[in-house]
Each structure stands twice: as C-alpha cells, then as structure tokens.
C-alpha cells in the first residue's frame, strides 16, 4: 500500500488545497493530511477546528484521513512509514522555500523520504489561507475561495454572525 502525506497548517483549508488532495488521493492508496502546529505563526482557527473543517472538507474521500502533529514531520513519517511528502505550488517563491524543506527533510531521513510537489490548478492558483482571512477580515466574500461550512466559520470568527 503506498501512502503519501500532505502537511500544512489549512488555517483555514481553501479550495487550492482540496485541489491538491483529491489529485493526490487519485495518485495513492492512502493520503494523510496532517495537520501541523507551526510554532512560527498563529494560527485564527484552533488544533482541533481546523481538523474538523478537513474532515468536513473530505468526507467523500474514501483513502483520506486527516491527522495532527504537534513535532517534526520527519518524525511522524518514520514511525508511520511514509516516504511520500505532498506540497503544493503556487509559485517560484513556494518552491524556493519548499525546496529547502524537502531537502532538510531528505538529509533528516536519511534519504528515505522524497518530496512529491504539484503545482496548483490555475483556478486556485492566487489562493492562500492568508488571502482568505484578509478578505473574511472585511466581510468581503469567500465564497470562490472556501467550502460554504468553512465560509460559516470565518464569519463567525470576525463577528459577522
């Protein structure tokens, strides 16, 4: 069984990643997103909300869970035995910076993981969980940007509803 896993901070999850994880559930048996507790940034939704919308998220994805990890991902894939990280790419500056990671990564695993990236679907290709909450900061419409559940709980976090 080939398994691959798909980590981020989905704060919140966007279209742009429901994209690269239905692309990546057709590449695999078995898709894990992982949900990471990044120290550097603060985060809007807490651990346990954002593992709620991609559960949401993916309900009709019969080979993908959703999982949280609080320490290295390198960790994780060793002691699950994955050696398959997804990343999505919207630009050259991604790559630049996820290129880095998945050599770290590499040199971490002692050559047993590889990073697999996918380039963004056009449609979603200016979509970031950044730009979604600047817009939802506002009141503006997030609706060609995120499911309707999760356009919900923006506006309930900036007291629109």
Known sequence: MK???YPGSFD???FGHLD???RASRMFDEVIVAVMVNSAKT???SLDERVKMLQE???GLSNVRIEHISGLLIDYCKAEDIHIVIKGLRAV???EYELQIAQVNKELSHN???TLFLTTSLEYSYLS???VKEIARYNGDVSPCVPDFVADELDKKYGFK
């Open 43 to 45: 985060t809007l939704f």
């Open 112 to 114: 047993e993981v590889d």
């Open 129 to 131: 969980s950044s730009v």
């Open 57 to 59: 998220s993916v309900k």
């Open 20 to 22: 690269i994880i239905k």
């Open 3 to 5: 398994t691959a896993i």
């Open 93 to 95: 500056t991604d790559f």
């Open 12 to 14: 919140p999850v966007t």
